[in-house]
């Protein structure tokens, strides 16, 4: 399996000010389940079992590709371009 392109054009930013959680859900009152964060611009969302599935409408938005895990312990990246983990 080759490696996905859209790695190599990753900034590595820090995750923003503030953000240990989605902002968008504690804007609208909602609970993630799990944290997803943007490995182009640092935006910390939550995951798609949440009830918004921020991380994927910041996707939509941006069109950033690539997501790591938010979660302690966990260090996977997907790709939503391609569709796979990365």
């Not at 921020?54 to 790591?68: K, N, S, W």
Request: with cysteine; hydrophobic share 25%.
């Amino acid at each position: 399996m080759s490696e996905c392109p859209h790695i190599s054009e990753l900034p590595h930013p820090e995750p923003i000010p503030g953000s240990d959680t989605c902002l968008e859900c504690l804007r609208i009152g909602s609970h993630p389940v799990q944290l997803r964060k943007c490995l182009a611009c640092g935006n910390v969302a939550c995951c798609d079992s949440s009830p918004h599935q921020h991380a994927t409408h910041h996707f939509g938005e941006t069109g950033h590709p690539v997501i790591r895990s938010y979660e302690t312990g966990e260090d996977w990246r997907w790709c939503f371009r391609d569709q796979r983990l990365v």
